[in-house]
């Protein structure tokens, strides 16, 4: 019966495109101490064989196949102006933030249905700083129940938002907290059982930035709107009536559209000086992954991974995203005029978005050689693994160690403030295998070993998500500061919602 229901998942899995890709990598999976492991979590790994389901008869381009040829993107016109979200900051220790619907012009003269943060469609910036006392104040004006879940924030299991704080229709919740990690460009988003991949595809999301008085004396630009810039990329389908039809469209291993979006905008282009300007690019698809680069061919600098700085800025001519990672990257437009054509591009050349040049806006910013003290310690290259996943399938047959999500099952448990090993392998089936996004909540990790080699340069700082490749497994450092329960998933969020996710309890 599992294998007839393998089959019927690969087969309903249309052009899709995504966070999750067929590869076929190879490496090996080390032996694995388990002297530190409970009798539950033992439990938990054992019985992990899927690989030899019978797949015959199955339409191999509705497969696997059909993830190397995704939908593609649009070329942005540059016709409009990039909006920016608003910039917040707690006033008397508090930031509301009000999830609701409403009605956004995305296309001239035609207004869809949205959700968003604090209006029609995304949400704000949020600043705070570290050691900053703050209370988020959450309502829910949709609905529907949703939640409020802070993507990379260190914060108490009670207040993360998993699937277990459930806000009903017209409730409100407080969640305060102490900032306690350094400078970094985060996110915010629902993340209800079974709702989240649509939630998010209708407009719920925000970013959070974190200050630190290490940020502020790098020398990096940092005037937001003007050489600092979020960019928030998500691409959707919509329907004749121009609206979002997320049903329609639902794919199981991942939903892509052919319309990109950036910061809600369509067809957008970004004014920028003749100078060096800060781009925090977060990839707040459903599924798709991006290669970012730029038209030209030219280089720019990576400054910042999901969770911080790196430890110095690192050249690069391009760099991808898979879903729920961000980076910060500095472009020298100094090079540039006002005739130049300089563009973000995907992998496939699409025009994300085209850039405008202001010559009478200039700095003279000069870039600190030295970012942050990062390492990951010898202790820790040395410490056992302790807990052990694999991640398997596709469609609504995904699993992480032969289970799905069981909202009533704790599958790990870790001791506050204790660094354990992680070792997440992405086991592939027959026809090779798809990457996952693999999210931990709570916490920043630390990369240790990439198929037993040492991280590449711009995976070399605090992460919360890492893309993991078929056959290949990676070794993570995780240290949860706070106690609750988290998630740990796959962040294409149809996989997500399809059951590839776990939960550990800190205590």
């Known amino acids: 019966m599992k294998s007839k229901l393998w089959i019927t998942a690969l087969i309903t899995s249309a052009v899709i495109a995504t966070g999750c890709s067929a590869n076929n990598t190879n490496s090996e999976s080390e032996e694995m101490d388990h002297s530190n492991m409970s009798e539950e979590e033992m439990k938990n790994m054992e019985g992990m064989d899927h690989s030899n389901m019978d797949m015959e008869g199955m339409d191999m381009e509705n497969g696997h196949a059909s993830h190397t040829n995704p939908l593609e993107l649009n070329n942005s016109t540059g016709e ?34 949205t959700y968003g943060y604090n209006g029609s469609f995304l949400g704000p910036v949020i600043r705070v700083s570290e050691g900053e006392t703050v209370t988020f ?11 409020f879940h802070w993507h990379g924030v260190d914060i108490p299991g009670e207040g993360d938002g998993g699937p277990h704080q459930l806000l009903q229709p017209g409730a409100s919740e407080d969640v305060k907290f102490t900032v306690s990690q350094g400078a970094s460009t985060l996110w ?14 209708k407009g719920l999301a925000g970013l959070i930035y974190v200050e630190d008085e290490n940020s502020k004396n790098l020398g990096l630009p940092d005037e937001y709107g003007v050489n600092d810039f979020p960019l928030v990329f998500q691409d959707r389908q919509f329907n004749e009536n121009k609206q979002f039809d997320y049903q329609a469209v639902r794919n199981e291993d991942g939903t892509i559209g052919d319309t990109m979006l950036v910061n809600g905008t369509l ?23 991006y290669t970012f ?70 700095n003279t910013v000069e870039i600190s050689e030295t970012l942050n003290d990062y390492v990951v310690t010898e202790e820790e290259k040395n410490l056992p693994v302790t807990k052990k996943l694999e991640l398997f399938g596709m ?22 403030g204790e660094t354990e090993i992680w070792e997440i392998y992405n086991k592939p089936d027959m026809m090779g295998g798809m990457a996952h996004p693999f999210h931990i909540h709570g916490t920043q990790f630390k990369i240790v070993s990439i198929d ?7 995976l070399q700082g605090w992460k919360d998500t890492v893309a993991i490749e078929p056959d290949q497994t990676v070794k993570l450092a995780v240290k949860f500061n706070n106690k609750g329960i988290y998630m740990f998933h796959c962040h294409v969020l149809e996989h997500e919602e399809n059951g590839m996710m776990g939960q550990v309890e800190v205590l």
């Open 80 to 113: 409009n102006e990039l909006a920016l979200p608003p910039l917040v900051e707690a006033n008397d220790g508090v930031v509301d933030i009000t999830a609701q619907q409403g009605k956004t012009e995305i296309f001239e003269g035609v207004q869809t249905d």
């Open 137 to 147: 104040r959450t309502k829910n004006d949709l609905l529907e129940p949703t939640t």
């Open 267 to 289: 067809n957008p282009k970004l004014t920028v000086g003749k100078e060096k300007v800060r781009l925090r690019l977060l990839n707040g698809s459903n599924a798709r992954n």
């Open 395 to 416: 469609g609504e047959m995904v699993y992480i160690n032969d289970k799905q999500f069981d909202i009533n099952r704790i599958d790990f448990t870790q001791k506050q």
């Open 188 to 201: 915010f988003h629902p993340h209800p059982e079974g709702a989240t991949a649509e939630q998010v595809y």
């Open 452 to 458: 037993g080699k040492e991280p590449p340069a711009e």
């Open 293 to 362: 680069k730029l038209n030209t061919g030219d280089s720019f600098q990576q400054i910042a991974t999901d969770g911080g700085f790196l430890n110095e800025p690192t050249e690069m001519s391009e760099i991808i995203l898979t879903p729920g990672e961000r980076a910060e990257i500095i472009v020298d437009f100094s090079k540039y005029d006002a005739s130049s054509d300089v563009a973000l591009v995907n992998e496939a050349d699409s025009i994300l978005l085209p850039f405008k040049i202001d010559e009478q806006k200039t």
